[in-house]
């Protein structure tokens, strides 16, 4: 028995309450080590004669990846607390593991168990509930469409006339995505995700001037006004961008240090190394990456905070958000975000608070700052899997399954799945161009658990590489857009919004039973639906152990029943087959 591989903290993310009566214990052990695991429970204030009262319970073998097996219960402590240890035993020997050490067997000291002290209802992860069921678009305001020439910035470029540099501007603005909601509407969507609007100074406005003004090229308070209330008609929520770990060099306080140096009273709203500032050659200040443009931001400055605090809660009071992305989340100090989710909680419960964070997120995602962050990881192991087809199916599942039980279910329930962005190149391009590959890294977005997002413009079938490649101003001439691609998304996206197994109603597992298809199961107790995915210019034939008898299936994207042939799913060559099982 491998011990060394024995693992298990009773953290937020190995042992969590899943609601206010109902947790979730994880356990890893080494790959194809032990064949049962035992929770061994008990409360621990419950003892008959100076015996500690305990029950068993089995684990399920939940998932696996390259190294490791995980294992996983739910348990309804009645008193709502816990002392547990796991018996674990392969062919040969079976062990308790505890929190201090290894016994023969279940030791009658509970301080040897682990210990949740009490499901409190405050510590519980809780995400909006709208959240699950919701499908992004996000938007980059200067490139999707131009509805107001007046607001136009000096030196606009007629739209869509040549692939965008840095500094284009084409004069893109919020009466633009006014005058094209009914697109969004039809394409099915129900969240839209804005890179920022306030007043900056470059196209991206990462360079926040003013944190409480909506940039003048993009339109006005009015407009975006507008703009929220005809969302809110159609049912589409609305989350913008806050950019709070550094300002832009054009913010007034950081012009004020630059002017007057040490004598201002701004000089502690930065991190200043020694005066006077300069930007050149390097500039000697913290700044984000080594970009002189974005000094870093001194979140723990009292006026710091209360002004980006209450430009948080202004636009979530005043202009009903429904939630914010955070930028650069990662480099900002956590008892600041602990704060902001305070504050804008207070003004609606529901409001998502989404990190942009592309590593290993836990430390933010334990209920008392996050709800979600931008799920890279996917990203990463979609495009390998099948733009790039640089892993194998097992691989890929395996990695998959890492990130699955990196974090908590309910944290996976609310996580920001997508598959490019406007810091990434474009999923057309990631596939060179092969359309049937991009419709199958929309399936997998669309089949998976969390929120998915999508890219503006990826499902018309824009190109481009990195940034600014990827900012592209989109087509809205209809000979232009690739329809069959569009039609593809818009029935991926009408079948989540129909069939709730594909978002977060369902289970999510994979089959490894072929090295050229990608098998997904999304079940509950009732159903199952089943994505299947030929990677291959080769046909396939996969039998799936799963019991079809007497069963009703039904090919989704065909609407018709799905014929078996010998209990095999036939795959024509890069074929996606999704399928329901009554
Ligand atoms: C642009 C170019 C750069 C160039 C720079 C110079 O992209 O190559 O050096 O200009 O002027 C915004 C703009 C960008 C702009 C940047 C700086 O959108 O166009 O860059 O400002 O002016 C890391 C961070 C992550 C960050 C990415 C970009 O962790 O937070 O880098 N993303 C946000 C936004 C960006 C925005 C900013 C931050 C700044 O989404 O759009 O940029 O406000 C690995 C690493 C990650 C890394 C990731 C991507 O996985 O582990 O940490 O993310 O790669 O590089």
């Known amino acids: 028995m491998n011990k060394a591989a024995v693992y298990h903290r009773a953290d937020r993310s190995m042992a969590y309450s899943i609601n206010s009566d109902e947790m979730q214990i994880r356990l890893k052990t080494a790959k194809n080590d032990i064949h049962q695991v035992t929770l061994v429970h008990g409360d621990p204030y419950d003892w008959t004669n100076d015996q500690w009262n305990f029950s068993q319970l089995d684990m399920k073998a939940a998932g696996t990846d390259e190294l490791h097996d995980y294992w996983e219960v739910n348990i309804s402590p009645p008193y709502h607390r816990l002392r547990y240890g796991f018996i674990l035993s392969n062919k040969k020997k079976s062990v308790f593991f505890g929190e201090k050490n290894f016994h023969p067997a279940p030791p009658k000291d509970i301080g040897e168990y682990f210990c949740m002290p009490y499901m409190n209802k405050a510590d519980l992860f809780q995400s909006p509930e709208w959240v699950h069921n919701t499908i992004w678009y996000q938007i980059f305001p200067e490139r999707f469409a131009n509805g107001d020439a007046s607001l136009n910035p000096p030196a606009t470029i007629p739209w869509g006339s040549e692939d965008p540099k840095r500094d284009s501007f084409f004069g893109g603005d919020l009466q633009g995505v006014i005058d094209h909601l009914d697109y969004l509407e039809d394409l099915g969507i129900n969240g839209i995700y804005f890179t920022p609007l306030f007043e900056a100074s470059s196209n991206h406005k990462y360079d926040t001037i003013d944190y409480f003004e909506i940039d003048q090229y993009f339109g006005s308070k009015e407009t975006l006004k507008e703009l929220i209330a005809e969302c809110k008609k159609r049912g589409i929520k609305v989350m913008l961008d806050a950019v709070f770990n550094h300002s832009g060099f054009f913010f007034p306080p950081f012009q004020d240090v630059l002017e007057k140096g040490e004598n201002s009273r701004y000089k502690d709203w930065f991190h200043i190394w020694d005066f006077p500032v300069q930007t050149t050659p390097e500039p000697n200040y913290d700044t984000f990456a080594f970009t002189y443009m974005m000094p870093k931001l001194n979140t723990e400055h009292p006026e710091v905070k209360n002004y980006l605090l209450e430009a948080a809660r202004y636009w979530a009071r005043e202009f009903d958000i429904d939630g914010w992305r955070l930028d650069v989340a990662n480099e900002v100090d956590q008892a600041f975000w602990r704060e902001f989710r305070t504050e804008v909680k207070k003004i609606n419960p529901d409001l998502y608070i989404l990190g942009e964070v592309w590593h290993d997120s836990i430390p933010w995602l334990q209920g008392d700052q996050f709800d979600a962050v931008m799920n890279y990881p996917f990203t990463t192991n979609a495009l390998q899997l099948i733009a790039k087809r640089s892993i194998t199916v097992k691989t890929f599942i395996e990695n998959m399954t890492k990130v699955q039980y990196m974090y908590p279910s309910p944290v996976n329930k609310a996580a920001f799945n997508l598959v490019g962005s406007h810091d990434t190149p474009r999923i057309l391009t990631e596939c060179d161009g092969d359309e049937q590959r991009v419709k199958q890294v929309l399936t997998l977005l669309l089949s998976y658990y969390g929120t998915p997002c999508i890219y503006y413009g990826d499902e018309i079938g824009l190109s481009g590489g990195m940034d600014p490649g990827c900012r592209k101003c989109m087509e809205w001439d209809p000979h232009k857009q690739n329809s069959e691609l569009l039609n593809f998304t818009k029935q991926l996206i009408a079948l989540r919004k129909s069939e709730p197994l594909l978002s977060n109603d369902g289970d999510l597992s994979f089959y490894n039973l072929s090295d050229q298809t990608v098998i997904l199961k999304r ?30 299936t039904v090919d989704l994207m065909t609407g018709e029943a799905h014929k078996w042939k010998k209990g095999k799913f036939k795959l024509k060559p890069q074929e996606i087959k999704l399928v329901k099982i009554h």
């Open 523 to 552: 079940e509950n107790k009732q159903e199952a639906i089943l994505i299947l995915i030929n990677l291959s210019d080769k046909k396939d034939a996969v039998k799936v152990p799963y019991s079809l008898n007497k069963r009703k």
